[in-house]
């Protein structure tokens, strides 16, 4: 039977089924089967169907755009429409503990997203997104200090979560039509993998990597404290979503979506067999090949405007579950090596840029030289102080003092910094379990310590302000040098720190070196995997109506596929902009490359002309 034949008599077969009803706090989400008929524009207003439709997803029609938003192809509040389509009911808890359902609802929303198109966001994902937990990811740019570099890079991660709660939905909309008998699937999973999109980055910190990558391991935490992973602290986000804004979910919801969100985590939970399919949609930890990256390769790409592969999304009408597993059509092996090599070049050219990563070290050191008096440390394990943290940090590390926000007592400058409720809380504004919160615990410290550098003459942020001045007139840590470690050295190869760079500095060199005059980056780029081909951990099938997968070698794919998996690169910065010292730092590099490679591996350095050769111009002298 042909693929076309098959789909055909799969959906005929589903079609003759009664479906089942939907659940409590559920709608109806058939998708359109045909990405050529698109509704009219009485019909995108009134639809109670996801739209699929747009630059990547089918072929919305310039002109309806435009009539439907005036040509604004942003999202914000102007063009995100309520539609007139059958809406949930938003469940919330009664002071005794029942849940019970309002008497207004929640209707979806169609949204014009840049890289998608028109987009639906169902009702019980709105009841998430219309929360403070949520909005707070329109204050934290996806690419961090890319901006800086990338005029364009401005996009936040509230819309890529959009994007990719929509990815989510297709993919798992497109398992149901198909498979949703021989698989169980129930209108929940379809509901809870979208939950999961939404929400997978609700975690994140200031400047988003920065914080996880940067900042928190420079605070050099104990292991066993909170909230170290974005990941984890997703988890105890949403439990303050749901608790804050008595959203009252069904029993083992927000365990699921967890388990979705941490999949890829070291200490994922697997799900229950015949779900553990659902765990391989948002964060797939198996292969890597997931709507977080589907969407963010085309986002990034097409706001720094870095052309990038293909549209890897085609990638999603090719796959079907075996063996509890989402499969992929053979004939896509080739778009699945590319689309690695797409990532892998986007961390070269965007996500590990020499410039954005010099103003990473500068709002780290900061961040770090605000912490006595802001102590972030102590929102990375409290949801409700969490919610208050995002770029906007910056704004109020630089304005403390000045008036802006209030007048200048102590307490409206500690709130101003951190932007924490904390002592209306003590009040008893906030609910019962958060009058105790560990941040509340620590405010008298905090403001004491506060009061005290005021009583000195200052408010505490000096430093950390000049360093931003310095970022804000672009006089931003200097870029020096960088080698590529050798493959040969790879396997045991082990990250270089500012002292190994210092203690490798000629005697006599001039500038007396230190190591916080230098600053190191291990950069790693991969294909998901270390150095291991992750197309080894995707199985195929080679026609729909196929009920076994396999692997397929590399060598029968091409000869031209890389040979390493992993790339390593050390790149020096010099924290001052004199000239002698950048130079020194550039020396000292240059010996450590000698002393533990054996030879000169930096990129830049400059070309030794041979013994006796002639000069360019000795040339034409002749």
């Known amino acids: 039977m042909s693929d076309r034949a098959w789909l055909d008599n ?20 058939e998708m359109y089967n045909s990405y050529d008929a698109l509704p009219t524009l009485s019909q995108l207003a009134a639809t109670p169907f996801p739209l699929a439709h747009g630059r990547h997803g089918g072929s919305l029609r310039g002109s309806d755009s435009t009539r439907l938003t005036g040509g604004n192809r942003g999202i914000d509040d102007n063009n995100i429409r309520r539609s007139n389509e059958p809406t949930q009911p938003n469940y919330t808890r009664t002071e005794h503990g029942h849940a019970h359902a309002h008497a207004g609802k929640t209707k979806a929303k169609t949204v014009l997203d840049p890289v998608w198109g028109h987009i639906r966001i169902p009702g019980y994902a709105v009841e998430a997104m219309d929360t403070p937990q949520f909005q707070r990811m329109r204050e934290l740019k996806q690419l961090g200090t890319s901006y800086y570099v990338f005029p364009g890079a401005c996009h936040n991660r509230f819309e890529h979560s959009l994007g990719v709660a929509h990815k989510a939905n297709e993919i798992t909309e497109r398992i149901w039509s198909m ?19 939404l929400l997978h980055d609700i975690g994140h910190g200031p400047f988003s990597h920065v914080f996880d990558h940067e900042f928190i391991p420079a605070l050099q935490l104990p292991p066993q404290t909170p909230g170290l992973e974005h990941e984890h602290r997703a988890g105890m986000m949403l439990d303050a979503l749901l608790d804050k804004n008595n959203i009252d979910w069904e029993d083992g919801d927000a365990r699921f979506v967890k388990d979705l969100v941490m999949s890829s985590c070291a200490d994922a939970q697997p799900l229950p067999k015949g779900k553990r399919y659902l765990q391989e949609v948002v964060a797939n930890g198996r292969n890597g090949l997931d709507v977080d990256k589907y969407d963010y390769l085309a986002r990034d790409s097409y706001y720094c405007g870095i052309k990038v592969g293909n549209d890897y999304t085609r990638l999603m009408h090719f796959l079907k579950v075996l063996d509890d597993e989402i499969c992929w059509k053979a004939s896509e092996v080739q778009n699945i090596y590319e689309l690695y090599a797409a990532r892998s070049s986007m961390h070269r050219r965007i996500y590990t840029h020499p410039k954005a990563k010099a103003i990473e070290y500068m709002i780290v050191d900061a961040l770090l030289e605000a912490e006595p008096i802001m102590q972030l440390k102590h929102t990375i394990g409290d949801a409700h102080l969490f919610t208050y943290l995002d770029d906007t940090i910056l704004k109020r590390i630089e304005f403390a003092g000045f008036g802006f926000m209030g007048d200048n007592s102590v307490s409206n400058r500690r709130l101003s910094s951190i932007g924490a409720a904390t002592t209306a809380d003590a009040a008893g504004s906030a609910p019962p379990h958060f009058s105790q919160s560990m941040a509340q615990v620590h405010a008298d410290d905090i403001l004491a310590n506060a009061r005290c550098r005021l009583e000195d003459g200052g408010n505490g942020l000096e430093a950390s302000q000049a360093i931003l001045h310095r970022l804000r007139t672009r006089s931003i840590y200097k870029y020096v040098n960088e080698f590529v470690v050798p493959e040969e050295m790879l396997p045991h190869w082990k990250p270089v720190k500012a002292s190994d760079v210092t203690e490798c500095q000629s005697v006599g060199d001039g500038v007396h070196l230190t190591p916080d005059m230098i600053r190191v980056h291990n950069v790693k780029i991969d294909y998901t995997k270390k150095n291991r081909d992750p197309v080894t951990m995707v199985s195929f099938f080679t026609n729909f109506d196929d009920d ?12 031209m596929l890389p040979r390493c998996f992993e790339e390593r690169r050390v790149r020096v910065f010099s924290t001052s902009a004199d000239q002698k010292v950048i130079e020194a730092v550039d020396r000292a590099f240059t010996s450590y490359q000698r002393r533990h490679i054996g030879r000169e591996a930096t990129i830049h350095s400059t070309p030794t002309r041979p013994a006796g050769a002639k000069r360019p111009r000795e040339l034409y002298e002749d």
């Open 10 to 29: 799969n959906n005929a077969l589903n079609d003759a089924r009664t479906p089942p009803p939907p659940g409590p706090g559920e709608e109806s989400l």
């Open 548 to 559: 076994m997968s396999y692997k397929i070698d590399a060598d029968k794919v091409s000869s």
């Open 179 to 197: 498979q949703r008998h021989e698989l169980g699937m129930e209108r929940r999973d379809v509901r809870l993998v979208t939950l999961a999109g």
